[in-house]
């Protein structure tokens, strides 16, 4: 079921939440609304809860007023054609004579086409209708559409990851950046301080696909049925990545508390290069490039870096 009583406390109190229930009981609900967050399954949830609100229904994608897009095939995009009869959907009647609500799961996906046929709509907004984005990638969708939404996003620390063996991995990479920052390496630990590199290498990638598995089997669970083999395929893809991306932006994160807890000025240009060289590899991971291999290149950088004196 699909309601605001279903939603977790954490999401339930969350900033969209409380501002959208808000917006409900005053009667002022915006036409297009863009969710936006690290968690999938967090901004989904909470779209569904909404939706069940606005169409009166605990099961609100199984309601004929209901419509939803998401990307599909290997290159995992939203195209034109599915946009477009979306589009003609919403612009017809209520079917149940009151309003419509429409989804557009991972909206960042929208190839030019969509985005522009997409763009026409939030322009001139059908009537009784209330458009729902959710994107983890939000500023990959055209600042056009951007700005013509009411923006919310989940707090990051709703975002964060707990599993227990990534915490870890996290205390043990800040560790090994003590060990590097501390000269360590420069005094005879320098195959020390590289073999941890690979060991942190090997681990995240251990984690990473054992997390992935076990939270894409709950996710698919909860997904609605229709769901085509090649809309099932791009979510489990574009699933994984997102999980990734959360993972490296856990990284970063943790990077900039290390840093920041030092008292001298080097710190801040180490950290500048640090978070560019990491941002380097999530590129490269986006264009499908070896994951271990990715994280070996920022890991030796950051090395490079932090053994520096100056």
């Not at 005053?26 to 967050?37: E, F």
């Not at 991995?169 to 950046?177: G, R, S, V």
């Amino acid at each position: 079921m699909s309601t605001l009583a279903d939603l977790p406390p954490e999401l339930a109190d969350s900033r969209p939440a409380t501002v959208l229930r808000q917006s409900l009981e005053r009667g002022r609900l915006p036409h297009a609304i863009l969710l936006q967050g690290a968690s999938l399954e967090g901004l989904e949830a909470i779209c569904l809860a909404f939706a069940g609100e606005l169409l009166k229904s605990e099961h609100p994608e199984r309601h004929p007023d209901f419509f939803s897009i998401r990307p599909a095939n290997k290159m995992r995009q939203i195209n034109a054609e599915g946009t477009r009869a979306m589009i003609r959907d919403i612009q017809h009647s209520s079917n149940q004579g009151g309003r419509k609500v429409a989804a557009i799961y991972e909206a960042d996906r929208m190839n030019t086409a969509a985005a522009n046929a997409f763009l026409k709509t939030l322009e001139e907004p059908p009537a009784d209708t209330t458009i729902f984005l959710i994107s983890t990638r939000p500023y990959d969708l055209l600042p056009t559409i951007r700005s013509r939404c009411v923006s919310l996003r989940l707090p990051l620390e709703l975002d964060r990851v707990s599993e227990p063996d990534w915490q870890q991995w996290l205390a043990d990479y800040t560790e090994w950046l003590e060990m590097v920052h501390s000269g360590h390496a420069a005094r005879g630990g320098a195959s020390e301080c590289v073999l941890a590199v690979y060991g942190l290498v090997t681990r995240f990638s251990g984690i990473l696909e054992n997390m992935a598995s076990e939270a894409w089997k709950q996710y698919k669970a909860s997904l609605p049925e229709g769901l085509t083999d090649e809309q099932v395929t791009a979510l489990e893809s574009g699933y994984f990545k997102g999980l990734r991306a959360r993972l490296l932006a856990e990284i970063e994160t943790q990077t900039r508390h290390f840093a920041l807890k030092k008292p001298d000025a080097v710190p801040s240009v180490k950290l500048a290069q640090s978070v560019a060289a990491l941002e380097k590899a999530a590129g490269l991971l986006e264009l499908n490039f070896n994951e271990a291999a990715a994280m070996e290149a920022f890991l030796l950088q950051s090395l490079r870096l932090w053994a520096r004196s100056a």
